[in-house]
């Protein structure tokens, strides 16, 4: 319903006759002690941005019209209400603080506004430091080692560009240096800071947080924040791991091939380094030089011959032949003969021994021989080859060359010069 002209001439005199504003609590006053509600009149016809009677309806009926002031956050006035080490900013730029020891120097940062004008006043500046701000950022200290003493209050006053939040990233040191504990006491009773890892390296890195409260976690080495293995692995399967797969096919079985070329070997320790030194026994006609022959004390006589022998004889020394056989002469079809120590063979058919190297006949001998002399070998047409014995296998190896001693116990000298009688070189007169 509307209000006559009539009704809101007398509300309004009663309003203004009897009642009195009150500036410190946000209630609806009403009409007349109560007896018009805030309801009433609003249902009357007058707006919330209106006047009753030249009064702003803001005045009469705030509750009503929702235009009750903000209280002022947690309502801190004074450091001392504070708990122990915190700051708090108040909304006109006083930062207050409660502190357990003397305050040698502080830093933080303002939040929520676009920068910090100036920064003066409050103990800082009783106690002689110098305090700047630069951006959203404070900094004081004192270049005399002065502090602000223990105990609660105004720590500085800021002039601020915009409406703060908070304080940030507190730095407060005593007053030799050392790191103060500090937080900024919010509205809730608790700090604005948030403590949690702050090391973006780590495993566990907190985006949110303010503060480091040593929790951050690190992988080991080599492996990333799940476990998993950055590296290549071993044989073993350890990730970075060192251990191989030896030269016998073994997982850090540790066997290496040694300098001589043999896995697990033990190297040059030998007369001649990876060798003994070197056998003089002849065992096998491929041993000897080309064109030679030479006899074993077992009476196999050996050959090296690069022709086809048609037929050969020779005699042997020290010892006689009862008998021959065998060998490549015998694999070709030679008639084989011997008589006292020498020994023929030939073939009736033309057959010949095939150039090349191995065992030309067996002998049965009668004692041990010293070698062959008057050698006559002959090629597939009956012409002479150029044949000789191989005295090699005769002194003992003296060096890793294959060098025996000669007769002169010189280590391969070549014994009594021709045309001399001894070692020392005399000659017969």
């Known amino acids: ?3 006559s002209n009539y009704k809101i001439f007398i509300l309004s005199f009663f309003i203004l006759c009897n009642f009195s504003l009150s500036q410190d609590e946000c209630v609806d006053i009403g009409g007349f002690g109560g007896a018009l509600s805030c309801e009433f009149i609003l249902d009357g016809g007058v707006p919330c941005d209106g006047t009753f009677s030249g009064v702003p309806m803001t005045e009469i009926c705030p509750v009503s019209c929702d235009a009750c002031p903000e209280e002022d956050g947690s309502g801190i006035t004074d450091g001392c209400e504070l708990p122990d080490n915190t700051f708090y900013l108040t909304s006109d730029g006083s930062v207050l603080y409660n502190s357990t020891d003397a305050i040698g120097g502080f830093q933080f940062s303002v939040d929520g506004v676009n920068s ?3 920064a003066s006043g409050g103990d800082a500046t009783d106690s002689g430091f110098t305090v700047s701000a630069g951006n959203t950022n404070v900094l004081a200290f004192s270049f005399s080692g002065s502090t602000i003493a223990a105990g609660c209050g105004t720590l500085v006053n800021l002039e601020l560009d915009g409406t703060s939040t908070g304080l940030s990233g507190i730095i407060v040191s005593d007053s030799i240096g050392g790191s103060l504990d500090f937080t900024y006491y919010d509205e809730s009773g608790g700090s604005s800071d948030v403590a949690g890892c702050i090391d973006e390296e780590a495993c ?5 947080a303010t503060i480091d409260d040593n929790s951050c976690e690190y992988a080991n080495i080599n492996f990333d924040c799940d476990g998993n293995c950055l590296i290549d692995e071993d044989c073993l399967g350890e990730c970075g791991g060192d251990a191989e797969i030896d030269c016998n096919g073994v997982c850090d079985g540790g066997a290496e091939i040694d300098e001589c070329g043999v896995c697990g070997g033990d190297g040059a320790i030998y007369e001649c380094g990876c060798e003994d030194l070197p056998s003089n026994d002849i065992t096998d006609g491929c041993d000897l030089p080309d064109n030679t022959l030479y006899i074993t004390s077992d009476g196999s006589v050996l050959y090296n011959s690069t022709n086809a022998i048609g037929g050969f004889q020779f005699a042997v020394d020290g010892t006689t032949a009862s008998s021959g056989s065998g060998g490549d002469a015998g694999s070709a079809g030679f008639t084989i ?8 063979a030939f073939s009736f058919t033309g057959a010949t021994v095939p150039a090349g190297c191995g065992t030309l006949v067996n002998l049965s001998l009668d004692g041990e021989p010293t070698g062959l002399s008057t050698i006559i070998i002959s090629d597939a047409v009956g012409g002479g080859l150029d044949f000789s014995n191989y005295e090699g ?5 003296c060096d890793c060359d294959g060098n025996t001693i000669d007769e002169c116990g010189v280590c391969g000298g070549d014994g009594i010069a021709d045309g001399t009688c001894d070692c020392d070189g005399n000659v017969d007169l």
Request: aromatic letters at 4%; glycine letters at 16%.
């Open 1 to 3: 319903m509307r209000l």
């Open 116 to 118: 910090v004008v100036s």
């Open 204 to 208: 566990n890195y907190d985006s949110e």
């Open 337 to 344: 003969s011997t008589g006292g120590s020498t020994v023929l």
């Open 393 to 397: 296998g005769d002194g003992e190896v």
